[in-house]
């Protein structure tokens, strides 16, 4: 079995229990499982692969919580629209997406995503146009290297059944579950160290019925699987489900089975004290997408509260054309900077604590135990970032909360499962200009219409 060493970082941040900051350390890999780490010379002299991180931080491989891969196509569209608005104008472009277009957007957010030390990423993939199937993503991930929790999401209820959606880009629900249940019975790796994980995702309370929610939530339970939407994102929704089924999103996926640890909920912006209780109590997780919040204007969440009842919270960066970047720092430094803004309070969530967000946060809104931290028995996932550049410059005293507080920049070395991925700040499994230019080409089709 393949071996790795890792030594002379300038600073290991272990983000295990102990929060432990290893100065010149390191660890040692076996079969890109990590068995020991401490200073550099406590650990074996020898390798398969050694890696010299000499003046970098090293941190654990970053954890994405929630995404929508396939909208790189689409940056920068509806630049001044509300969630509706924007999801109106954007369904028809959308739609003219077919296989393709969903398995070269994502290697460019996947790629994006390592470039900013991301070594596990979720994907909330909800429309299938003309052929485009969970399958395009997955290969995706399996060629770029990266660690992956697929969500098959789905809409079924278009605007003549009183959904936001047009009709053209909803399903019929026997054809969602069928497929539902294809997705995990090919793909669904429940092991330790599982590079590819299928969860179930019914896309929001405005796009699919209840009938879908309650069925996709037997399923997982069945398959256990986790379940994964959108939920109390914008004050258009509470009004939306306030009309239609007389509760406030919360009450209304709990209503329909949605609680307990195998679920999580994308952006939860609009809740009170007593439905933070309740999510802390149920067990499930929330991925926070500041700068989603901030570009659609949808409000801040509370992470604050949430944190301190208990609830689990990781990051994510959401979808490219609501954030227009998957930068997990980025997102790390914005979860950071936004709730000191909501609170008035320069304490209200620190340096360490975006990080923890971003690493053991994430791990635990996934259901993963075995990522998210560099300690033994753990996944060999990891990034690093020189210090000796200019944006570092004079926060050297603290170089670990340099790496949040300080302009977000790329990794310099990402390493998933042992595997090196990116060295030197050079993505290594795919040739990144070739990437580039088709999914440009596929970019401007979908969006004149060609």
């Not at 098959?152 to 959904?163: C, F, N, P, T, Y």
């Not at 989603?292 to 949430?306: H, V």
């Not at 320069?346 to 560099?374: K, M, S, Y």
Request: aromatic share 6%; glycine share 8%.
């Amino acid at each position: 079995m393949p071996t790795l060493l890792l030594r002379n970082a300038e600073v290991l941040v272990t983000m295990d229990d102990a929060r432990r900051r290893i100065p010149d350390g390191g660890l040692f890999a076996r079969d890109g499982v990590i068995e020991q780490v401490g200073p550099t010379h406590t650990l074996p002299p020898d390798a398969d692969l050694i890696v010299d991180a000499r003046g970098m931080v090293v941190i654990p491989g970053l954890v994405n919580t929630h995404h929508h891969l396939y909208q790189t196509l689409t940056r920068v569209i509806a630049q001044n629209a509300k969630l509706f608005d924007w999801l109106r104008t954007l369904y028809p472009i959308w739609a003219r997406m077919d296989a393709e277009a969903v398995y070269i957007s994502s290697m460019v957010g996947m790629a994006e995503l390592l470039h900013s030390g991301c070594t596990t990423t979720s994907d909330h993939l909800y429309l299938f146009p003309n052929g485009a199937r969970l399958d395009d993503e997955i290969r995706a991930a399996q060629e770029i290297g990266i660690r992956f929790h697929a969500t098959r999401g789905a809409m079924s209820l278009g605007e003549s059944k009183g959904g936001l959606p047009p009709d053209a880009v909803v399903e019929e629900e026997e054809a969602i579950l069928k497929d539902m249940q294809r997705v995990i019975e090919a793909y669904h790796d429940p092991r330790p160290y599982a590079m590819c994980r299928v969860a179930l995702a019914p896309c929001s309370p405005f796009s699919v019925t209840p009938n879908l929610m309650r069925e996709a939530a037997a399923m997982a339970r069945q398959y256990g699987v986790m379940l994964h939407t959108h939920l109390a994102e914008t004050r258009d929704e509470e009004k939306y489900c306030l009309a239609r089924f007389g509760k406030r999103p919360v009450a209304y996926a709990m209503e329909l089975g949605w609680e307990g640890p195998h679920v999580w909920f994308a952006h939860v912006v609009h809740v009170r004290a007593e439905e933070i209780a309740s999510l802390a109590q149920a067990g499930a997780g929330v991925a926070h997408c500041p700068s989603s919040n901030m570009r659609l204007a949808s409000g801040i969440a509370p992470i604050r509260a949430m944190l301190d009842r208990g609830v689990k919270v990781g990051l994510g960066v959401d979808g490219s054309a609501s954030n227009d970047a998957s930068h997990m720092l980025a997102e790390a430094r914005q979860a950071m900077l936004l709730q000191r803004v909501a609170l008035e309070r320069p304490d209200a969530l620190t340096a360490e604590e975006a990080l923890w967000l971003a690493t053991r946060g994430g791990a635990a809104v996934l259901g993963r135990d075995d990522i998210g931290q560099l300690s033994p028995g753990k996944a060999a996932d990891f990034a690093g970032w020189r210090l000796d550049r200019l944006d570092y410059a004079g926060a050297l005293h603290d170089p670990v909360a340099a790496l949040v507080f300080c302009q977000p920049r790329p990794a310099d070395l990402v390493v998933v499962h042992g595997k090196v991925i990116i060295e030197d700040g050079a993505l290594l499994p795919v040739e990144e200009g070739r990437l580039i230019e088709r999914h440009n080409q596929i970019a401007r089709r979908i969006v004149r219409g060609e």
